[in-house]
């Protein structure tokens, strides 16, 4: 049988030390980060959960906020099997993943660092060699609601910056909810609670009285009226998780997910893994009342009347052969066709601070925006006026349409 990557056992030995509802491997999956300046001196530190057995390490985008706008910060996770003893280093990490408008981001682990013998070790062959696995957090990757109600119990566990060094518990009720507007809906955005919440324990862990995993302590507010703390909740993170394709599970389905080169299935956002099919399946609730998914790869569009195909056409297209790709697409059922400039205007999302593409990335998942030097603009069937050669094209990184020879190359997305 397989044992904790750290001796949860030792805090298993001084169960009276943990509150109700908070179990062993709880505790062993919160971490402390620390941020180093560039002469190796402490500069900030937080907390962060590890989130599933590859190492995936969810945390506050304003913990790692010094080392990114920094150079030469770095940081480093601490772990402990002991909730009276000081973390000590573990884990190596890679920033994969930000978001400043939801306030999160996601380390990786890639390595363990033995105390024993000074080494460290790619992670996961260094866990199967020793029969072990890494503690993590559970959850519900589709939560639709953040899981708890006013009044209900909320514990927290964290490396606040007062107290000492060793992980903290607190503990508060739910005092209220305070939404997100996010593509024309309010998300269930953060948890409000009177649990303290102090520096240090932002990225950390929020448990409900049942030990279940709600979501990630983020600030205290303080005014001349009082302090009030808050909890991004799960809808929050599944959609951040979804967005930079995170997936809990392997699987062979590359049709609304893809497999990356250790053969690990991403689910493209939108999609989630359904164990009994073996593939990914559009997930509910995750578009808003503008769009529903009637099939899956298709998305129709209340407002206009228009069905979409749900991602982009694989590859690059010359104009003719953008044409040509949807007369021939067979996507459920079939009768498809390139659409107008008016009717590819009508994905344009308005603009907001919070969208990294001006199209409904919940809809269009993976919708490409370009990059340094290159715009990833879509083809119509509408010719610019007064030329055969030129047929506008409209970009979703920019948000805009401009004219195109008809022999370069562009994206498409079909229309019916």
């Not at 001796?7 to 491997?25: D, F, H, K, R, S």
């Not at 907390?47 to 590859?54: C, K, L, P, Q, R």
């Not at 109600?149 to 009720?173: A, C, R, W």
């Not at 409904?360 to 610019?384: C, E, K, L, Q, Y």
Request: net charge neutral; charged share 15%; with cysteine.
């Amino acid at each position: 049988m397989a044992q904790p990557l750290f001796a949860v056992a030792a805090i298993a030995a001084a169960a009276l030390l943990l509150p109700a509802g908070i179990q062993e491997q709880n505790v062993g999956a919160v971490v402390q980060i620390v941020v180093y300046d560039s002469l190796s001196q402490p500069s900030a530190t937080g907390s962060g959960t590890i989130i599933d057995a590859e190492g995936d390490i969810l945390t506050n985008y304003h913990v790692m906020e010094p080392a990114i706008d920094n150079p030469g910060f770095f940081w480093r996770v601490l772990l402990t099997d002991d909730v009276r003893s000081v973390p000590l280093p573990g884990l190596t990490t890679k920033l994969v993943a930000v978001s400043k408008a939801f306030d999160l981001a996601l380390l990786r682990a890639t390595g363990f660092y033995d105390k024993a013998t000074r080494q460290t070790y790619e992670l996961q062959s260094f866990l199967r060699q020793r029969h072990l696995y890494l503690p993590h957090v559970a959850f519900d990757r589709y939560a639709n609601s953040e899981g708890v109600s006013l009044g209900d119990d909320i514990q927290v566990l964290g490396y606040p910056g007062v107290g000492g060094e060793t992980i903290t518990f607190t503990k508060g009720t739910v005092s209220g909810f305070a939404p997100l507007r996010y593509h024309g809906r309010d998300l269930p955005w953060r948890i409000k609670t009177d649990a303290n919440i102090n520096s240090g324990s932002s990225g950390g862990a929020a448990f409900d009285s049942r030990g279940n995993f709600v979501g990630v302590p983020v600030a205290v507010t303080f005014n001349r009226v009082g302090r009030l703390g808050y909890v991004i909740s799960l809808p929050v993170v599944d959609l951040f998780l979804s967005q930079n394709q995170v997936a809990t599970e392997a699987c062979r389905d590359q049709v609304n997910g893809y497999a990356d080169a250790s053969g690990k299935c991403f689910c493209n956002q939108g999609f989630h893994w359904k164990g009994a099919e073996g593939r990914c399946v559009p997930s509910p609730n995750l578009v808003d009342g503008r769009y529903t998914l009637p099939s899956e790869g298709v998305v129709h569009d209340a407002r206009t009347g228009l069905t979409w195909q749900r991602t982009t056409a694989p590859g690059w297209y010359t104009w003719g052969r953008a044409m040509s790709y949807c007369r021939t697409l067979r996507l459920a059922g079939g009768g498809w066709r390139l659409p107008s400039r008016r009717e590819l205007d009508t994905l344009l999302a308005s603009t907001s601070a919070l969208l990294t593409t001006k199209i409904d990335a919940m809809a269009f998942p993976n919708t490409p925006i370009g990059g340094i030097g290159r715009a990833d603009w879509f083809w119509t069937s509408s010719p610019v006026a007064g030329t055969s050669s030129f047929m506008w094209g409209v970009n979703f990184g920019a948000g805009g349409t401009s004219g195109s020879v008809v022999g370069s190359t562009g994206k498409v997305r079909c229309v019916r």
